[in-house]
Antibody, heavy 115, light 107 residues
Framework: EVQLVESGGGLVQPGRSLKLSCLASGFTFSNYGMNWIRQAPGKGLEWVASISSSSSYIYYADTVKGRFTISRDNAKNTLYLQMTSLRSEDTALYYC????????WGPGTMVTVSS | DIQMTQSPASLSASLEEIVTITCQASQDIGNWLSWYQQKPGKSPQLLIYGATSLADGVPSRFSGSRSGTQYSLKISRLQVEDIGIYYCLQAYSAPPTFGGGTKLELK
């Protein structure tokens, strides 16, 4: 059974950093591209970043480019999102999702940016 | 960026009714269109990929279609468990973009 479990969310002050993790199981993690998508409270879905299976290709939304870094450790079956210079508008539930058309999603981890 | 215009924003329908939700792409995206269902407090679940292919485990009352750059999700006989918010996604070109969502409620 494919499982994705995000962690690392929490309350953080504006300007600070946070690192999210997504632990994958039930499939060969190293064979799949992965993604981060976020959802602000009561709002729709916003793609954040994508990384190819071997980390050769990485893409970011303009809203996070230069502040967020997506990475992965295939030996640990884990996807990461390093978030720096956090803003209030980054407050959201952050999901990881598998492959180019997001066939499986984790339950999400909440990030709240507030002083 | 490719814009996905989803309609309607909200929809109220009766049990067993046929429901249709549409997404209009701002340019050609081929069949790179997926549909998701999000129930309250849950993460989105893939329903349709490749515009018309049913994801594993999804009831056959769900179907997807394409006409040019307009894509539709049809629920043939609405069930109570179908209540939620539906999103389309284009994955033809970066950045992937979602429609604004359709909130489906029971009448």
């Amino acid at each position: 059974e494919v499982q994705l479990v995000e962690s690392g969310g929490g309350l953080v002050q504006p300007g600070r950093s946070l690192k999210l993790s997504c632990l994958a199981s039930g499939f060969t993690f190293s064979n799949y591209g992965m993604n981060w998508i976020r959802q602000a409270p009561g709002k729709g879905l916003e793609w954040v970043a994508s990384i190819s299976s071997s980390s050769s290709y990485i893409y970011y939304a303009d809203t996070v480019k230069g502040r967020f870094t997506i990475s992965r450790d295939n030996a640990k079956n884990t996807l990461y999102l390093q978030m720096t210079s956090l803003r209030s508008e980054d407050t959201a539930l952050y999901y990881c999702a598998r492959r180019g058309y997001f066939d499986f999603w984790g339950p999400g981890t909440m990030v709240t940016v507030s002083s | 960026d490719i814009q996905m215009t989803q309609s309607p924003a909200s929809l109220s329908a009766s049990l067993e009714e046929i429901v249709t939700i549409t997404c209009q792409a701002s340019q050609d995206i081929g069949n790179w269109l997926s549909w998701y269902q999000q129930k309250p407090g849950k993460s989105p679940q893939l329903l349709i990929y490749g515009a018309t292919s049913l994801a594993d485990g999804v009831p056959s009352r769900f179907s997807g279609s394409r006409s040019g750059t307009q894509y539709s999700l049809k629920i043939s006989r609405l069930q109570v468990e179908d209540i939620g918010i539906y999103y389309c996604l284009q994955a033809y070109s970066a950045p992937p973009t979602f429609g604004g969502g359709t909130k489906l409620e029971l009448k």
